[in-house]
Structures are given as C-alpha cells and as structure tokens.
C-alpha cells in the first residue's frame, strides 16, 4: 500500500514546477519564495491554492501545455495527457485537474531528471 501524497505535498511541487524555491523553515513548516503575477512572495507551503482555485491552477497549466520534448515517446505521453489534463479542467471538478497536473508534473521531472 501506497501513501498518497497531502494536498501540501502536492501543491510544493506544483510550485516548485512554477519555479518557487525553498526560502527557509519556519517551526517545521516550509516557506518557499514564488513569483506570481510579477510579485515575488514568500508563502508557507500549507497557503498555496492550486488545488482550489482556477487562478491559481491555470497558469500552471498554461505552462505545462508548451512544454516540449525532443524524444517522440516523450511527446506521445505529453499529448495524451494534455488532453487528460484539459478534460479535467473542463468536466470535472478542480480537485480531478490539480491531482491530474500534479501527475504530470511528476512525470515532467522523471523525464527531465532521466535526460540529465
């Protein structure tokens, strides 16, 4: 049995994947430091929202979509889940998209982390 990740676990590396580093701990939780719209911020990881609010999830998403791959099997699994991803967004609720973003993203650092 597997343990599933928290929404904060979650919602780190989804920040992480939108270029927020770790600033510091703070009394054992960790704040990153995240630039969104044009402002830099420093937040404690249990504040992010990605899992309940589109203004949050969207630009997330806006980046997943134009990533790119040279490897044509890499760029197959993009595409099929772009369009997993997309349909989460537009049928489902927002808890389906975000977990579905967070797989993506995991599997964007897998391939990033294999090519190096």
Same mark, same amino acid.
């Given at each position: 049995?597997?343990?599933?990740?928290?929404?904060?676990?979650?919602?780190?590396?989804?920040?992480?994947?939108?270029?927020?580093?770790?600033?510091?701990?703070?009394?054992?939780?960790?704040?990153? #430091? $995240? =630039?969104? @719209?044009?402002?830099?911020?420093?937040?404690?990881?249990?504040? &992010? /929202?990605?899992?309940?609010?589109?203004?949050?999830?969207?630009?997330?998403?806006?980046?997943?979509? #134009? $990533? =790119?791959? @040279?490897?044509?099997?890499?760029?197959?699994?993009?595409?099929? &889940? /772009?369009?997993?991803?997309?349909?989460?967004?537009?049928?489902?609720?927002?808890?389906?998209?975000?977990?579905?973003?967070?797989?993506?993203?995991?599997?964007?650092?897998?391939?990033?982390?294999?090519?190096?």
């Amino acid at each position: 049995m597997t343990n599933s990740p928290t929404i904060s676990e979650m919602n780190e590396v989804i920040a992480r994947f939108m270029g927020a580093t770790l600033f510091e701990y703070v009394d054992g939780y960790a704040v990153l #430091d $995240l =630039t969104r @719209d044009g402002i830099n911020n420093k937040i404690y990881v249990y504040s &992010l /929202k990605y899992h309940s609010s589109y203004d949050w999830l969207m630009p997330v998403w806006n980046k997943f979509i #134009d $990533l =790119t791959f @040279d490897d044509e099997g890499a760029e197959s699994k993009h595409a099929e &889940l /772009k369009t997993k991803i997309g349909h989460a967004i537009l049928y489902a609720r927002i808890s389906i998209a975000h977990g579905d973003l967070y797989q993506g993203i995991q599997w964007f650092n897998k391939q990033k982390n294999d090519g190096e």
